[in-house]
T-cell receptor, first 114, second 115 residues
Framework: AQSVTQPDIHITVSEGASLELRCNYS??????LFWYVQSPGQGLQLLLK??????LVQGIKGFEAEFKRSQSSFNLRKPSVHWSDAAEYFC????????????FGGGTRLMVKP | DTAVSQTPKYLVTQMGNDKSIKCEQN?????MYWYKQDSKKFLKIMFS???????INETVPNRFSPKSPDKAHLNLHINSLELGDSAVYFC??????????????FGEGSWLTVV
């Protein structure tokens, strides 16, 4: 069965510092890969996704992620974090067939220090 | 316009009651889902419907019954609520695009508290 691991439960960075959130997946084929963000008391907002093609994917709010097949990773990055980026971030994996579901990682809570 | 909307956003109810959460999507998608987020923020699929037909039914108590009157709506009915049902329930929808993949869009969530 496919699985998604986000090794860091909590991360704290200073405002203006760079950020990298880790995501590893376990699956035999190349799946769809997603990052979602959830602000406190809010729903899930799609940041970016990888389907095929260029392994460096640009998303909203200045985020990007890089798919590395050899490492089964899809890490999320941002060069300069803003206080409003404080939220819960979820990596997710989907399958290449119709009507598929997403398997989510456990989430990483990002805290931003002033 | 909200793409995936679900109501109510907050629901507090007593054990043993029956409650429903409604979901509607105006994206024209064929597939709709219910996900559950527990107190530890873990998200798990509950159900998936494609064109009103159930295609995924994970291990969920049969007290939970999804109903899809049309492909734009997927409601969740819960009978005999238990304390452990307290969670956030997310509705979602998607449409497979062979070029762009299957992107799932989520609603704002329904916070259910059973007391």
């Amino acid at each position: 069965a496919q699985s998604v691991t986000q090794p860091d439960i909590h991360i704290t960075v200073s405002e203006g510092a760079s950020l990298e959130l880790r995501c590893n997946y376990s699956y035999g084929a190349t799946p769809y890969l997603f990052w979602y963000v959830q602000s406190p008391g809010q729903g899930l907002q799609l940041l970016l996704k990888y389907f095929s093609g260029d392994t460096l994917v640009q998303g909203i709010k200045g985020f990007e992620a890089e798919f590395k097949r050899s490492q089964s990773s899809f890490n999320l990055r941002k060069p300069s974090v803003h206080w409003s980026d404080a939220a819960e971030y979820f990596c997710a994996v989907g399958l290449h067939n119709a009507g598929n579901m997403l398997t989510f990682g456990g989430g990483t809570r990002l805290m931003v220090k002033p | 316009d909200t793409a995936v909307s679900q109501t109510p956003k907050y629901l507090v109810t007593q054990m043993g009651n029956d409650k429903s959460i409604k979901c509607e999507q105006n994206l024209g998608h064929d597939t709709m889902y219910w996900y559950k987020q527990d107190s530890k923020k873990f998200l798990k699929i509950m159900f998936s419907y494609n064109n009103k037909e159930l295609i995924i039914n994970e291990t969920v108590p049969n007290r939970f019954s999804p109903k899809s009157p049309d492909k734009a709506h997927l409601n969740l009915h819960i009978n005999s609520l238990e304390l452990g049902d307290s969670a956030v329930y997310f509705c979602a929808s998607s449409q497979v695009d062979r070029r762009k993949g299957n992107t799932i869009y989520f609603g704002e969530g329904s916070w259910l508290t059973v007391v």
